[in-house]
């Protein structure tokens, strides 16, 4: 499966965009894509994988109020767009902290 084809990768410390060794995806001078879906962040072997790096717990589940409490009422919607999109960096540096060193490059699948 997918899910253990990107484990073998992570497992041996592989690039997830040419599989190759001695090199992250961060650092990969390949222009490769994902031919089902065009990210540069993931070889087609590996896509459909889970997001989550392998043996890590999915991030907590945020409620609904926490990320846009009542007090966010007077806020233009280009203010929560903003304010949604620093969430959900976080939330992905979170998810991606062991394995990448920023939360600009996806180095998962």
Do not use: W
């Amino acid at each position: 499966s997918a899910d253990d084809r990107a484990k073998a990768v992570f497992d041996l410390d592989n690039c997830f965009r040419c599989l190759g060794h001695n090199h992250l995806c961060r650092e990969c001078k390949k222009s490769l894509r994902c031919k089902v879906c065009n990210n540069a962040s993931h070889n087609t072997l590996i896509h459909g994988a889970s997001r989550a790096a392998p043996g890590h717990q999915s991030p907590p589940q945020v409620e609904a109020d926490s990320v846009h409490p009542p007090s966010d009422a007077n806020q233009t919607p280009k203010q929560r767009r903003r304010e949604d999109m620093t969430l959900v960096g976080l939330l992905f540096h979170r998810m991606y902290a062991s394995s990448c060193t920023t939360a600009q490059t996806s180095c998962q699948p």
